[in-house]
């Protein structure tokens, strides 16, 4: 019975190995590093939808900058502003929904995808690499997320995410293109905080 337990847990610990595919795991950390190191992080994102047919639903483009844990993403006049522990969200019209960063935990938004943070929440595995590129698929520990998987590209000269592809339980695919980057922008803490006089009075807040 001992033996049969050590080779048990010699299979489980095989196994979970596997899940963390250490040639991805290394080409991950040093994006997230990067990440850490950035005094703030300016990016400009493209989002193209597509239904489960493949078929395009729709493109927008994102500003999104960054710093820490906190970010301010706009998309035309929608408004997401987060600061670490409250996000606000401004529909571009008449309403802000407010929720905590643990609600959003279930969805993947353009900032957790740049963020750099794999290791806690994904599995990942290396799919193809050449001397310019790599090519990584991510699937959730937490099967209650909103995606089934998200595949990335990842530039290695630059160690930046370059695109990503997320497909949804519904099989829906959100394609991701990272248009610029700059990981050397000056950004001020109050850029992050909520203030409700920027909006039209007419606006209401739902918690």
Not at 51 to 71: C, E, F, P, Q, V
Not at 93 to 109: G, M, P
Request: proline share 2%.
């Amino acid at each position: 019975m001992k033996y049969i337990i050590i080779i048990f847990s010699l299979f489980l610990f095989q196994s979970v190995q596997a899940q963390k595919d250490p040639q991805a795991k290394a080409l991950l950390d040093q994006i997230g590093v990067k990440v850490k190191q950035a005094k703030g992080i300016l990016a400009s994102i493209q989002l193209i939808s597509k239904n489960n047919k493949g078929k395009a639903l729709g493109t927008k483009s994102i500003n999104l900058k960054m710093k820490g844990d906190k970010y301010l993403l706009k998309q035309g006049a929608v408004e997401i502003v987060c600061d670490g522990v409250y996000i606000y969200n401004f529909d571009g019209s008449n309403s802000i929904s407010k929720s905590s960063v643990a609600e959003s935990d279930q969805t993947l938004s353009p900032q957790k995808l740049l963020s750099g943070n794999y290791d806690k929440d994904f599995n990942f595995k290396l799919l193809s690499q050449d001397a310019n590129k790599a090519t990584i698929e991510l699937s959730p520990i937490d099967k209650r997320k909103s995606f089934q998987k998200v595949t990335i590209i990842l530039d290695k000269i630059k160690s930046a995410l370059s695109s990503a592809s997320i497909l949804d339980k519904s099989n829906n695919i959100t394609d991701v293109k990272v248009v610029s980057i700059n990981y050397g922008v000056t950004l001020e803490d109050k850029l992050f905080l909520f203030n409700r006089s920027k909006y039209p009075k007419n606006v209401e807040i739902f918690d």
